[in-house]
Nanobody, 126 residues
Framework: QVLLVESGGGLVQAGGSLTLSCIDSRRAFQFRGRAMAWFRRGLGKKREVVGGISGIDDGTYYADSVKGRFTVSRDNAKNTLYLQMNSLKPDDTAVYFC?????????????????WGQGNQVTVSS
């Protein structure tokens, strides 16, 4: 049962930009005040956290590999989470997942999240 719907992925050249969106279209849970995050899984790799946003103060957190290039944001009125990706590199090629945390505090660990999107492919060509 998919509760988070992602969009915005695709193919882009290195150095380009993409924005991913993730919406809780069924309003299945309390979006406002809940921490949210983006994860990704590259081919043959484990899923890893990309970054996220606190449900308390909208503070943002990023993996070192994307810091300064990616921006996580949210629109609580639209129950939507965003990931703005700039200066994309081939190493950013992966399936990207959004996830809703169990509470307000951001966590970099998968077990802190109980709702997941279906995944959205991002491919960066060199």
């Amino acid at each position: 049962q998919v509760l988070l719907v992602e969009s915005g992925g695709g193919l882009v050249q290195a150095g380009g930009s993409l924005t991913l969106s993730c919406i809780d279209s069924r309003r299945a849970f309390q979006f406002r005040g809940r921490a949210m995050a983006w994860f990704r899984r590259g081919l043959g790799k484990k899923r890893e956290v990309v970054g996220g946003i606190s449900g308390i103060d909208d503070g943002t957190y990023y993996a070192d590999s994307v810091k300064g290039r990616f921006t996580v944001s949210r629109d609580n009125a639209k129950n939507t989470l965003y990931l703005q990706m700039n200066s994309l590199k081939p190493d950013d090629t992966a399936v990207y997942f959004c996830a809703a945390a169990r509470g307000s505090y951001y966590s970099a660990e998968e077990d802190g999240y109980f709702y997941w999107g279906q995944g959205n492919q991002v491919t960066v060509s060199s």
